[in-house]
């Protein structure tokens, strides 16, 4: 059966209904640009996308040398062939004509065309002038979620070990630098427990923060598709706004945002109250249990209705649903990650998991997702606080065991403090001590909080910035140089998604002009630098995207994310793989802790742990006497209120985030037609009873302030809680579709001109949900509805005037059940 679905209008498509236990059905979900047959593609390329964690796997379509479109791939484990708007829609973007196709240099305060060589000589001699002046703490390298792992692998390396400086971090620290932390402090180590395939097997699944249905559409279909089986799951969803699962839940908890560890708290108390907590489990595989006890002892749901403002029966609600399950999955996502209490909140969800023993079987797992599509492998790498392969900085033989790999001595590799993280990079910056900031993948002068701050950090005259990306965006304008780059289906690399699952992506088409791809920039820069291991060789002796991989892997022999078992050819043609892959597992691993904890050893662990409070490090003397036997780690956090409270010139709270069809700061997907339209503009919502007392209604423009900012967008009202905004933060000042940017009398946009400087103290994450504010009328609407999308969180709560958001005839996909697919498929290498 093959039906062609508006997959603007009907995000999630049509339904393929499975029973709990069973294998999900493959469905090929396919878009060809217009006037495109599939007989008349000439090459399909395998790939995944790159535009959110989950990793879906699909083709990309090749006519005449050009991207005609994609299809899913059906043989893979992670969508089964199945494809969300931004999939199907976004590689629309590559073949703009605004792309960069020229390196730039700033002459005269003007950005003007250059050649490479003369970029990369300005680069390099700059870094040369800093490191004999003021020594390697003077430059940092601000990197991306968004490359491949032979480019994080390769950039690491030249920072770590070539340069010799502890400046290197990823936009992963605003992203999912609490999804590692939890998982650390939890089970001394990265690596997600849980697999996508739980899904098919759990009872209870529960959503912490996270609107999976607008931010990994593919997996929310997976669940919708459970919901029309027979013994569907049971739902918890605990968000402030009514999002499709809030809709869809059994028990939808809608708390004052910055609460989560009062609310965990509650549910914790509840469950050891009612005595559902396996205590077999918990003797085995936990140090903790009667601090955790003690700690929420008191945390009665009346103590957390008063504090989350959340009826004590609905928690008891939850509790029972969470208590009772079967097999839980659960979930967390940036509700819980981008507030005061981060890691401490992220860690009462992995203490559900442990106290119930819900580890390491079918259907009984945690997902503490990242967000983008690469963020495990700015991770893995050692691109952003960690050493490669999640060595512990504070273990010597970790250290000396990566000098040996890199054929480096020990002291080479910056160990005497953590690496920097990304705001204390920018604070350095800012202070003067970084005179050299490298920012690959990734659009700060948006997507960093207190925007005016960022801007002018970035616009200092001292501060040499390079930028590396692929459009002239906010960020670039303020650099020195700028390097034009290949993205994803110009190059090739490998990436791993949220379960662990890694996945090639082949280059499909040339890159535009004399555009490179990161890996060629990087070696590049390497070679100019003419980096050394300790005999005097190169350190970077790799040259190509499969010799880095192969180098990678020799990185990662024996530890956790162990790639020895993959290779590219391996990694073609069928499904994505599942690390750790090697000798004991060749065909990857579907769940971690099947048996016991198994990284948490003293000498093994990622870290001795932090406080979860203060954020002070623990010491390996208090870890091994915590934990000797390295056992799973049950730790306590008491609630603390949030850092800014609303007062009477800001009396609401502001929280930020993500609709279904833009990414981020939408580089790509303003640039993707049927996207752009989807949600062209910003939009700011509010509840019913507050827009009754502000006097305001659908459409209605107003400002939204802060004591950092300001922003304007029109008024969408919605069911969320009453108190709280909402402001998606996807929009900058250049306006990507008419090309045009800001003169002196366009109002902002950016959400992030008005969040704060402050980030969890564990994690270092940015809080991005968490503000005060103010709402102001700026001018009433005149019929214009607000540009929100009706098929998401951001539906009106009433008829209001508002067109429903529909894609038309360009926005079809194609959903075939008849799944044999063609696999020849072929990469230009
Ligand atoms: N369409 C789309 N998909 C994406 C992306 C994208 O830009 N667009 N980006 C990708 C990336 S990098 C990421 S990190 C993920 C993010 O994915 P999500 O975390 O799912 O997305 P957000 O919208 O940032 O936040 C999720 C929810 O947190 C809720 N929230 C806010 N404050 C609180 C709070 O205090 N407590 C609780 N419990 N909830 C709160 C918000 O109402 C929101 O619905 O998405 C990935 N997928
Ligand atoms: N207020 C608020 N702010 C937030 C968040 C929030 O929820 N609220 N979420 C935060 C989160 S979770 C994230 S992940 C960040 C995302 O923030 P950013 O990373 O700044 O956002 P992107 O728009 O994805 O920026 C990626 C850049 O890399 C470029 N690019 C794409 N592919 C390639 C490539 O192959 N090579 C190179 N060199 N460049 C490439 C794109 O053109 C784009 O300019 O935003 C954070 N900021
Ligand atoms: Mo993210």
Excluded at 241 to 268: F, I, K, Q, S
Excluded at 491 to 503: L, P, S, Y
Excluded at 648 to 674: C, E, I, M, N, V
Excluded at 814 to 827: C, K, N, R
Aim: charged fraction near 25%.
């Amino acid at each position: 059966m093959k039906t062609s679905v508006d997959r603007i209008a009907r995000p999630w498509g049509s339904r393929t209904p499975y029973a709990r236990g069973e294998a999900w059905p493959a469905r090929a979900d396919s878009h060809l640009a217009e006037g495109v047959g599939p007989e008349s593609v000439e090459r399909w390329v395998q790939a995944a996308s790159i535009l959110h964690s989950d990793g879906d796997a699909m083709d990309i379509a090749v006519k005449d040398g050009r991207m005609v479109g994609v299809r899913g791939r059906v043989t893979d484990r992670v969508n089964r062939g199945r494809l969300g708007p931004k999939d199907a829609f976004g590689w629309q973007a590559n073949a703009s004509q605004d792309r960069l196709t020229k390196p730039l240099i700033r002459r005269d305060g003007r950005l003007v065309e250059t050649d490479w060589d003369t970029a990369m000589e300005t680069v390099a001699a700059r870094s040369r002038d800093l490191l004999q002046e003021r020594g390697p703490g003077s430059i940092g390298f601000y990197t991306s979620g968004q490359l491949f792992l032979e480019e994080y692998y390769t950039l690491t390396v030249a920072a770590r070990a070539g340069i010799g400086t502890n400046h290197l971090d990823g936009n992963t620290r605003l992203c999912t630098a609490t999804a590692a932390e939890a998982l650390k402090e939890s089970f001394g180590c990265d690596g997600q427990p849980g697999s996508y395939d739980d899904i098919d097997h759990a009872d209870v699944i529960a959503l912490f923060g996270h609107n999976i249905a607008e931010t990994q559409p593919v997996q929310w279909m997976r669940v919708l598709d459970r919901l029309e089986g027979s013994d569907p799951p049971r739902l918890v969803c605990v968000d402030p706004r009514p999002t499709r699962v809030a809709r869809a839940a059994t028990v939808h908890l809608a708390p004052r945002v910055g609460t989560n560890v009062a609310l965990l708290n509650a549910l914790l108390h509840e469950i050891i109250r009612t005595d559902r907590i396996d205590h077999d489990y918990i003797k085995a595989h936990t140090v903790g249990f009667d601090e955790l006890a003690k700690m929420v002892e008191h945390c009665t749901p009346e103590w957390a209705e008063r504090i989350c403002d959340v009826p004590a029966a609905r928690i008891m609600e939850a509790a029972e649903v969470l208590g009772t399950a079967d097999r839980l999955l659960s979930t967390a996502l940036q509700g819980i990650y981008q507030s005061h209490q981060a890691t401490a909140a992220a860690v009462q969800i992995n203490n559900l998991h442990l106290l119930r023993g819900m580890l390491g079987r079918p259907g009984a797992g945690v997902l503490q997702m990242n967000g983008q599509p690469t963020a495990q492998n700015t991770r893995e790498c050692g691109a952003n606080g960690d050493l490669p392969g999640f060595r512990n900085w504070q273990n010597d033989q970790h250290v000396a065991d990566l000098a040996k790999v890199w054929n480096v001595e020990p002291m080479t590799i910056p160990h005497y403090a953590p690496p920097t993280h990304a705001m204390q990079m920018f604070r350095y910056a800012e202070q003067g001590s970084i005179r050299m900031l490298w920012i690959s993948g990734t659009n700060p002068a948006v997507s960093l909080p207190e925007l005016s701050r960022i801007r002018s950090i970035l616009s200092q005259d001292r501060l040499f910035v390079v930028v590396q990306d692929l459009f002239l965006t906010e960020t670039a304008q303020l650099a020195d140089v700028v390097l034009p780059a290949a993205t994803w289906g110009e190059k090739t690399g490998t990436f791993t998604n949220a379960d662990r699952t890694v996945h090639l992506s082949d280059k499909a088409v040339e890159p535009p002009g004399e555009a490179k791809p990161d890996l060629d920039i990087f070696l590049d820069y390497a070679q100019r630098m003419d980096f050394r291991d300790k005999d005097g060789g190169p350190l970077i002796s790799w040259h190509d995207p499969e010799s880095t991989f192969e180098a990678w892997k020799r990185c990662s022999v024996g530890r956790p994310c162990d790639y020895t078992g993959l290779t590219y050819d391996k990694l073609r043609g069928g499904s994505g793989i599942q690390w750790p892959c090697n000798e004991q597992a060749p065909q990857g691993t579907d769940r971690l802790y099947t048996d016991g904890i198994a990284w948490a050893q003293p000498d093994m662990c990622e870290t001795y742990g932090k406080d979860l409070v203060t954020g002070a490090s623990v010491s390996v003397v208090e870890y091994r006497s915590l934990n000797p036997d390295g056992k799973a780690m049950l730790k306590a956090a008491e609630f603390l209120p949030p850092h800014e409270a609303q007062s009477d010139g800001y009396p609401f709270q502001l929280t930020t985030g993500r609709t279904l069809y833009h990414f981020h700061t939408r580089t790509k997907t303003g640039r993707a037609p049927q996207l752009n339209a989807a949600a062209p503009d910003v939009w700011v919502e509010l509840s019913p009873s507050d827009a009754e007392t502000q006097g305001l209604d659908e459409g209605d423009l107003v400002e939204v302030a802060s004591p950092r900012g300001a922003l304007r967008g029109r008024v969408r009202i919605t069911d969320i809680r009453p108190g709280l905004l909402f402001v998606p933060f996807h929009y900058g000042y250049w306006d990507t579709a008419s090309g045009s940017g800001p003169d002196d009398t366009t109002p902002a946009r950016a959400a992030n001109e008005t969040t704060i400087t402050d980030w969890d103290p564990v994690s270092k994450q940015p809080l991005f949900k968490t503000a005060a504010a103010a709402v102001t009328l700026v001018e009433k609407s005149a019929g214009q509805p607000a540009p929100a999308p009706t098929t998401t969180a951001s539906a009106p709560s009433r008829p209001s005037g508002a067109r429903p958001t529909e894609g038309g005839a360009t926005a079809g996909v194609l959903e075939s059940t008849d799944t044999g697919q063609d696999d020849t498929v072929g990469g230009t290498r």
